[in-house]
């Protein structure tokens, strides 16, 4: 069955670089979601999206920013980065409500 | 708000015993509840739901968790523990009418199966 998929699976920046981080969620969900982990933490809720349109927002810091694609695809873009925004950052997908489907996320360094 | 705890960072069990990982939540309104599991740089693996019906939820890999109402519990159980099953253990709730926002995960437990 097809996954949630995320690219890319790492990503190395300097401080003050922009990364933009991508997610393909599961055919046919609707909802997809923002995650942030960092070493040792449970995940932190950034920003959803429900049918392209931003539903729910979170953690997120004002240097990120985020949008859902016609195609359903969801990109995360991070401007200014610090040292801190080193983490797992993960999306998943639900239909229905239900439970979310997580994609094997993107570990992103800033050196 | 919704919460979860997860009142355990560490649960170690011996491989063939049964394992509990305990989780209570919080939440307005009716539950959905969930446990996810995360091996080292992974993502979050569904494991199980309690969306409505039988207390007693059946999941992958042989987990089974019991809502408790009462309790406001939801813990995660396996009746026999394989050393395969150390990873970090997350619980999750949502509230049944809020739609589809966001799952309010638990700080994690990390369980050890020692051999």
């Known amino acids: 069955a097809a996954g949630v998929i995320q690219s890319p699976r790492h990503l190395i920046k300097e401080k003050r670089e922009t990364a933009t981080l991508k997610c393909y969620p599961i055919p046919r969900h609707d909802t997809v979601y923002w995650y942030q982990q960092g070493p040792g933490q449970d995940p932190q809720f950034l920003i959803s999206f429900y049918e392209k349109m931003q539903s729910d927002k979170g953690s997120i810091p004002d240097r990120f920013s985020a949008q859902q694609f016609s195609d359903y695809h969801s990109e995360l873009n991070m401007s200014s980065l610090e040292l801190g925004d080193s983490a797992l950052y993960f999306c998943?997908?639900?239909?229905?409500?239900?439970?979310?489907?997580f994609g094997q996320g993107t570990r992103l360094t800033v050196v | 708000a919704q919460s979860v705890a997860q009142p355990e960072d560490q649960v170690n069990v011996a491989e063939g015993n049964p394992l509990t990982v305990k989780c209570t939540y919080s939440?307005?309104?009716?539950?959905?509840l969930f446990w996810y599991v995360q091996y080292p740089n992974r993502g979050l693996q569904f494991l199980l739901k309690y969306i409505t019906g039988d207390n007693l939820v059946k999941g992958s890999y042989g987990f089974e968790a019991e809502f408790n109402k009462s309790q406001t519990s939801f813990h995660l159980k396996k009746p026999s523990a394989l050393v395969s099953d150390s990873a970090l253990y997350f619980c999750?709730?949502?509230?049944?009418?809020?739609?589809?926002?966001?799952?309010?995960f638990g700080k994690g437990t990390r369980l050890s199966v020692i051999a």
């Open positions: 999750a709730v949502r509230a049944r009418d809020s739609g589809n926002t966001p799952l309010v």
């Open positions: 998943a997908s639900s239909s229905d409500g239900s439970e979310a489907f």
């Open positions: 939440v307005s309104g009716n539950p959905y």
